[in-house]
Structure formats: C-alpha cells, structure tokens
C-alpha cells in the first residue's frame, strides 16, 4: 500500500538515511527544501545531538531510565543502544502516535529492558500509567523525559489534552521524582515571517507544526533548572566531533548537505534541564 500522505516519522527518516519512505515523504522533503535547505542538516544535526545527550544523561547524570516520547522510526543509534552502551542495565520506553513505528520498532526493539507503545503525547497521563510504562519505569528514581525534534508537532493550544505546555511537562512535573531530567529539541526560528511559512507549509501537507521562536521554547521550561549550556542551538550543546556517524545522506539530498553553512533560517533548539 502506498500511503497518501507524508508523515514526520519517514520523512525525518529519509533525511537520515532510512529506507522506511514513499514517494510522498520524499515529495514532501524535497518540497520543503527548495525554501529551506538547510533540513537535511538540521535533521542530522539533531540526530547526532541525541547520541550526546543520552550519553550525557547515562555517564554524567547517572540516568538509567527513559521516555522517549515521538521517537521515530528505528535508525542508528537508539536511545536503548546509546544508553545501553554505557549502562547494560538502562530502561527505555519509546512512544510514537505514528504505529508505523511500533510495527518497525517492534521486530528490532524488543527484549526485557525495552518496549515500544503507539500512543499521543498529548495525553500524558494515559502514557504515564500506561502498563508497559509501569513495567519498566519507577517514577519514584530519576528518569530521563525526551522530546527530541518534536516539540514543533506541539500546538499551543490544541483540541486533544491542554496544548504543549502540558504536553510537555504533566510527566516532569506531576509524575516523575525530583532529579528527573527533560530533554528537548525543536525546529525554531528568530524570523517570525519565515517561521511562520515554515509552520504553514508543513502543516498544510498534514503534518502539525508549531513555530516558535527560542524565547517561547524557554519559556516552556520555566522553573527546570538548565543544564549547561542551557537551551541553545542543538550544533551547540556539548559538541563531539568523535561521536559515532549517522548513516549516509541519501543520493538525491547530497547536494543539501552544508546547506547551514549558508543558510540558518530555521534550526534545532534544544537542551537538558533539571527538575529540582
Ligand atoms: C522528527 S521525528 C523525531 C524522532 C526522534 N525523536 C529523533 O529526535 O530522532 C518526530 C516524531 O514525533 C512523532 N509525533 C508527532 N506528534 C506526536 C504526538 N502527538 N504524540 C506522539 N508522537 C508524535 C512523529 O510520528 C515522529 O515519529
């Protein structure tokens, strides 16, 4: 079956070198970056910074559970395998409202320390008692939220649950102990105009998009402490030039590739912060 329409999940997956696509995903982000080039480096950017701040959270915070909240199709280095890397015994729960997703995630996922759930961040309080959450996550020990590229699907205000603000912080402040971290990233822009187009254009193709700029992402977080150095372009936080690669650009977006070098209209923003 050949879907009719693109979904975050595959398109974001192409750009980082997947196979789980269509022509319409592909359509889609070929589309998007004749106004914005600099998707495919961003996707990759962000890609790259969630191998350094799961290894953040593992080594340094001493995190060994995660809720992995619009988790994508399975590519290279998952959340279970980066933070399994360094701590065998580490817990991850991965949610998508995409069941594409559990049913790729499924066949590579599963064993004693991992689960896969389809479900809508928008409501988290059903993820929060969902059973395979409980199975796996005791709230009562610091736990590590993360909404990585994903907090732009997050209306303001929105017809399912409270809009992103509750979306994003019911778990973190209602649920999870003191010392429980949230990790974050989104698509931003400082040009209101360009953002704006940018947010229009997705949405328009059926994927719910958000702008904002970084000063509405900090505000979101209010009263977490940031760890260093705080929110900031995802290029930004902790930069590793000897982390792991991603796998190849796809042929037909090669020609993308550096395209920030020129152009920095929209960018990933994001962070760690605490709960105090
Ligand atoms: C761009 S991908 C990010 C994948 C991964 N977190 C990463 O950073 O590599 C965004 C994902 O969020 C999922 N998503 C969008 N809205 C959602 C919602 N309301 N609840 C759960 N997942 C959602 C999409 O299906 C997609 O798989």
Redesign the pocket.
């Known amino acids: 079956m050949t879907p009719e329409q693109a979904?975050?999940?595959r398109?974001?997956?192409w750009m980082?070198g997947g196979k789980d696509n269509y022509d319409v995903d592909r359509g889609l982000v070929l589309a998007v970056l004749q106004g914005f080039p600099e998707c495919v480096d961003i996707?990759r950017q962000?890609?790259q910074f969630?191998y350094r701040v799961v290894r953040h959270l593992v080594t340094e915070a001493g995190v060994s559970q995660f809720l992995?909240?619009?988790?994508?199709?399975p590519?290279e280095n998952n959340v279970h395998e980066v933070a399994q890397r360094f701590d065998p015994a580490a817990r991850v729960v991965y949610?998508?409202?995409?069941p594409t997703?559990l049913a790729h995630a499924r066949a590579l996922l599963l064993d004693r320390t991992t689960a896969v759930i389809t479900?809508?961040?928008?409501e988290p309080e059903k993820i929060a008692f969902h059973p395979r959450v409980q199975r796996l996550i005791d709230f009562t020990e610091p736990v590590a939220v993360?909404?990585?590229?994903?907090g732009h699907?997050?209306k303001d205000v929105d017809n399912?649950g409270a809009g992103a603000r509750h979306?994003l912080r019911h778990i973190i402040d209602a649920v999870a102990a003191p010392g429980s971290y949230v990790a974050f990233?989104q698509v931003v822009s400082d040009d209101v105009r360009r953002g704006t187009e940018y947010a229009q254009w997705l949405d328009g193709a059926g994927v719910?998009w958000q702008h904002r700029s970084p000063a509405d992402v900090d505000a979101l977080f209010e009263g977490l402490d940031p760890v260093d150095p705080g929110l900031v372009n995802v290029l930004d936080w902790r930069p590793d030039p000897n982390q792991p690669p991603l796998e190849p650009i796809p042929d037909p977006l090669r020609r993308y590739e550096g395209a920030t070098r020129s152009q920095s209209v929209v960018y990933e923003y994001g962070g760690l912060l605490r709960k105090p």
């Open positions: 979904t975050s999940a398109a974001y997956g980082l996707a962000n890609r969630l992995d909240l619009g988790c994508g199709l590519t949610v998508d409202i995409d997703v479900a809508d961040m928008r993360l909404f990585l590229s994903v699907h997050l399912v979306a990233s719910p």
